[in-house]
Structure formats: structure tokens, C-alpha cells
């Protein structure tokens, strides 16, 4: 059966959104936007509906689930032992795209954190996720909106197809303001460890004065063997099914260089920035902006939209590594499977 669809892309009428938090309250799914990508929710306290995310997205079961918020009041039956820097970092960036692990209380059920004693909480600053959540009266878990393994979902033109149906309901606000996935954090021993980069940068947190670790599995492969503090980093994420290489060089002309010698006598998509658009020897040229800013926007939709070119090989510009750039790279990497070309 076709999920059913709220249109709000030019309406703020949000009362509209009000059959779907039914829904969530009876243990059903909804597809909904928030600020960094779309997510697929359910009641965070309801154990068979938090299992239904799994099965819709294909997810692995030891690939824990953000549970989100609308309240600060909401926070104290989920967790315990929330320390200072924690309460900094929620004071400062909340509501908005960070995440933070904490202890769990036992009214989170095993089946979200993937049988972790801890919990990832976010309080998101979109409009609708907040109401939906308000609405439904409970907390709500959701991963991002994507079969697992594929790009998240920024626009629901992207993710129409392969999630139809497996939600009640889908609610579409057109494309989000962010585009990549919050920024997931952990205080160990008072060091903020960076887990998945996002809108909010190591260099927002280092600013408050705290020490800031970045895990290195961010920009480096993970290895079988090695013990990870976020699960997520063990799976294949955000990749096209069209073979996708990084090529990056702080030198914009031996990037170009390096990039035709990849494409000549392929056929051959490259995603790149505004400025490089006529340099490259290819039909199928797609422009993922300027600034960070455009880029984290826009990269997870050309992921997708490359894709369909049915072409040899997809080659992407990679940007520099701090800042926002960062988490940027982190997806690109992880995308090309850590096929990438340093020039
Ligand atoms: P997604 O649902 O696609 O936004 O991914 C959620 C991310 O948060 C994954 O990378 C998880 O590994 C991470 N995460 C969720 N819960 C925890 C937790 N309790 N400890 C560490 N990482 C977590
Ligand atoms: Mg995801």
C-alpha cells in the first residue's frame, strides 16, 4: 500500500501533520523532515515499532538509532549522569544538529542502542519534527531516511521510491536546510570525541574551551578488528552503485588535471564545484557549488542523481578537511569506499 503524503513544500499549516503523530502514538512510521536530512520515526518507547525502522531500512540491528526530542523536559526519563561539558554543549547547540551519547535509563529498550548501555539524544530545531514529536507526546527514534547503505534523503523526490509503502506516512517540506547528518559527539573523561562530523564543526565545540578528540576512523578506514565508540563507522553508508572515486589537491589545476586523466575515454559523471564546471572533458558535469555551505547541501542529492547516468565511473571534488569540511569529506569518503587520489 502507498504511504500517505502531507505536502507541506509552501504551506505552514503544521496542524496538517497531526494524523501522522496518530500514527507514531499507534506504532506506525513516518518519514519526516528535519534540519540536517529527512528521518524515518517511530515511537522511541515502543519496542516492535523501533524494530519496524529496522526492517524498512534493511538496517543492521547493532546500528544504533538517535531518539530526538522537542524539550529539555523530555531528556530526564531517557538518561542519567548528564555532566557539565554535556550540558554546555546542549545549552549551546540545542535545538540544532549535534547529537550527544549518554547513559541510558532501562524505559529506552535495548533494541534502539543496539544493546549499548548508552543512548544518542538529538533536539532538532525544524519546525515539523518538533510539532511531530510534540504531537505524539514521546520521543521519537529515526535514523536517517535511505535503504541502508545508500545517500540519506535531503529531498523526498530522492527517496520516494525505495521507501514508499514501508511508511504510513510520508511528510514533505522539499529540501532541507543542512543536508549532511548531525554532528554525533560523546564525553569521554572530559574530551568531546567527535564520532560522525556534521553542521557543528570540532572548531564550534573547541571554542567553548573544551578538548576535542576527532575519531580516526572519520577520515580513515575502519578495520575489522578495531573497537569503535560508534557503530555506524563499521557499515557501508552513502554510496552510489555506479563505482565512485575522490580525487583532492589543495592545487585547483593538478585537481582538474588529475580528474580528466581519470575520465578520459569513459564515460564518465563528475561532481564538482561551480567554478571548475567547463573544465572537464565529460557530458555529464553536475555542480555541487561553491561554498561548504552549497556543497554539504547538494552532495548527498548528486550522489544519487550521478547514479542514474548508468555511466563507468563517478568522480567527486573533494574539499579541504576542517571546518565543515570535514564532515563533507567524511561522507565522500565513505561513499567511494575510500577510493580516493591525493594530488
Ligand atoms: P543515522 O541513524 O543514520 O543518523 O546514524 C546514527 C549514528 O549515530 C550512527 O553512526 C550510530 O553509530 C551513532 N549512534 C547512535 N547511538 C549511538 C550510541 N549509543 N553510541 C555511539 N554512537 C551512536
Ligand atoms: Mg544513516
Known amino acids: 500500500m502507498k504511504s500517505k503524503y502531507i505536502d507541506l513544500k509552501n504551506d505552514n499549516d503544521y496542524t496538517k501533520i497531526k494524523p501522522a503523530a496518530e500514527s507514531i502514538k499507534q506504532g506506525k512510521l513516518v518519514l519526516f523532515p528535519t534540519e540536517t536530512v529527512y528521518g ?5 518507547l515502543d519496542e516492535k515499532a523501533v524494530k519496524d525502522i529496522f526492517i524498512a531500512k534493511g538496517r543492521a540491528q547493532d546500528n544504533p538509532l538517535i531518539v530526538h526530542i522537542a524539550n529539555i523536559e523530555m531528556i530526564n526519563k531517557l538518561v542519567k549522569n548528564i555532566g557539565n561539558i554535556e550540558l554546555k554543549l546542549m545549552e549551546t547547540f540545542w ?9 541510558k535509563t532501562p524505559i529506552i529498550p535495548k533494541v534502539i542502542t543496539g544493546g549499548l548501555d548508552t543512548v544518542a539524544i538529538r533536539m532538532p530545531s525544524n519546525i515539523i519534527a518538533r510539532k511531530l514529536i510534540e504531537y505524539s507526546g514521546c520521543p521519537i527514534a ?45 564525553v569521554v573523561d572530559d574530551i568531546v570525541h567527535i564520532l560522525r562530523p556534521g553542521k557543528i564543526t570540532p572548531e564550534d565545540i ?10 580516526k576512523q572519520i577520515l580513515g578506514e575502519y578495520n575489522k578488528n578495531e ?20 580525487v583532492y589537491s589543495k592545487d585547483e589545476e593538478k585537481l582538474v588535471q588529475k580528474i580528466n586523466e581519470n575520465i578520459q575515454g569513459k564515460k564518465a559523471v563528475v561532481i564538482c564545484k561551480t567554478g ?24 548527498f542529492t548528486l550522489l544519487r542523481k550521478a547514479d542514474k547516468y548508468n555511466a563507468e565511473i563517478i568522480v567527486v571534488e573533494g574539499v579541504q578537511k576542517d571546518g565543515l569540511g570535514l564532515a ?11 577510493e580516493f587520489i591525493e594530488c
Open 40 to 44: 524515518i520515526g517511530a515511537n522511541a
Open 206 to 215: 573547541q571554542k567553548l574551551g573544551f578538548k576535542v578528540f576527532i575519531e
Open 227 to 246: 573497537k569503535v565508540l560508534s557503530p555506524g563507522i563499521k557499515y557501508r553508508h552513502y554510496a552510489p552503485s555506479t563505482k565512485c572515486i575522490l
Open 276 to 299: 571548475n564546471m567547463n573544465k572537464y572533458n565529460t557530458d555529464y558535469k553536475l555542480d555541487m557549488g561553491e561554498t561548504l555551505e552549497e556543497i554539504t547541501n547538494n552532495i
Open 142 to 186: 529515526a535514523p536517517s531516511a535511505n535503504i541502508s547503505g545508500k545517500p540519506s534523503g535531503t529531498l523526498v523526490e530522492d527517496i520516494i521510491d525505495e521507501l514508499d509503502g514501508k511508511v504510513d506516512y510520508i511528510i514533505d517540506s522539499g529540501k532541507v536546510d543542512i543536508g549532511v547528518e548531525s554532528t554525533v559527539v560523546r
Open 328 to 338: 563533507i569529506m567524511n561522507r565522500l569518503l565513505r561513499a567511494c569506499s575510500h
Open 95 to 103: 535545538p540544532g544538529p549535534l547529537t550527544i551519547v549518554l547513559k
